[in-house]
């Protein structure tokens, strides 16, 4: 890996924190995420549209990760009305590959090496010291179930994607239909749960929404250019620095409280996430 790229993926790891601090400092999360949802759909759908649908057996795998991503933000906004940036975002971050590693075992056949498993074990135990630190501290208790729930869906359209864009064959196509898809899903779902009320935005909101959607985007841009430069694994293991980036830009930034345990528990997270990816 050259060092324009090591330094382009951290770029994108941080900016994958930022979108995600910004969700957490709008007065509705809802809101500010059913406004990143709108666009990146809206942009998905010029991208979709000016092309020939996908094929019949694509479309299964596009409508199951759209539903997955739908439910990830769903719980994602909820997790933020509960808790900081810096205790929410390494549970549902840290958590997903966990999962995946654990469901693919069974689901996809695959044998854990020793590194993987000991990465697996980091994970857990940071994941417990993160929420262990919720409880300790007097914070909602209801952050972490819906951290865990975010982390469930990612691991969802993580293992999803992975398959779903080999049937296809077309990354960039595939994900502007799930953008466009996830945007018809989301916001039907976002009314449903929080009223009409969640469509009432004020320039404030308009400004974090559309802030976050193009965060996303160039995050997601610059890792997929990366990953055609630089070895996968190295890409998808530095990209999880963002956890560290969220604990930094929550404690600097939002005022979230640190202690030894929330940066033992941030940095356990990363160093078992780095050894699952590698």
């Given amino acids: 890996m050259s060092a324009f790229v090591f330094f382009a993926v951290l770029a994108a790891a941080l900016l994958h924190a930022s979108w995600n601090a910004l969700i957490k400092?709008?007065?509705?999360?809802f809101t500010s995420m059913l406004i990143m949802t709108v666009l990146q759909g809206a942009f998905g759908g010029i991208i979709a549209l000016s092309n020939a649908l996908p094929?019949?057996?694509?479309w299964?795998?596009?409508?199951?990760s759209a539903l997955f991503h739908s439910g990830y933000k769903l719980f994602l906004s909820y997790a933020y009305e509960q808790g900081d940036l810096s205790r929410v975002y390494p549970i549902a971050r840290g958590a997903a590959p966990m999962i995946v590693l654990a469901l693919s075992g069974f689901l996809l056949s695959d044998t854990l090496a020793a590194f993987e498993?000991?990465?697996v074990l980091l994970l857990g135990l940071g994941i417990l010291m993160m929420a262990r630190g919720a409880f300790a501290n007097g914070e909602s208790r209801r952050l972490v179930p819906f951290a865990l729930g975010s982390a469930v869906m990612t691991a969802g359209?993580?293992?999803v994607d992975g398959l779903g864009v080999r049937v296809a064959g077309d990354a960039v196509l595939y994900v502007a239909w799930m953008?466009?898809?996830d945007a018809l899903i989301f916001t039907p779902v976002c009314i449903a749960f929080r009223g009409r009320g969640v469509l009432k935005y004020t320039k404030h909101d308009w400004m974090i929404g559309a802030g976050a959607g193009a965060a996303s985007y160039a995050a997601y841009a610059i890792v997929v250019w990366a990953m055609t430069l630089a070895p996968i694994a190295l890409v998808?293991?530095?990209?999880?620095?963002?956890?560290?980036f969220a604990v930094v830009i929550g404690w600097l930034v939002m005022g979230?409280?640190?202690?030894?345990g929330k940066a033992t528990a941030a940095v356990l997270i990363v160093s078992g996430v780095v050894l699952t990816r590698l």
Wanted: net charge positive.
């Fill in 25 to 29: 400092s709008g007065g509705s999360k």
């Fill in 256 to 260: 979230d409280r640190m202690d030894r």
């Fill in 60 to 64: 299964p795998w596009l409508v199951a």
């Fill in 117 to 119: 498993i000991i990465g």
């Fill in 236 to 244: 998808t293991a530095l990209r999880e620095t963002s956890i560290l």
């Fill in 157 to 159: 359209y993580s293992i």
């Fill in 179 to 181: 953008f466009f898809l």
């Fill in 55 to 58: 094929a019949a057996s694509v």
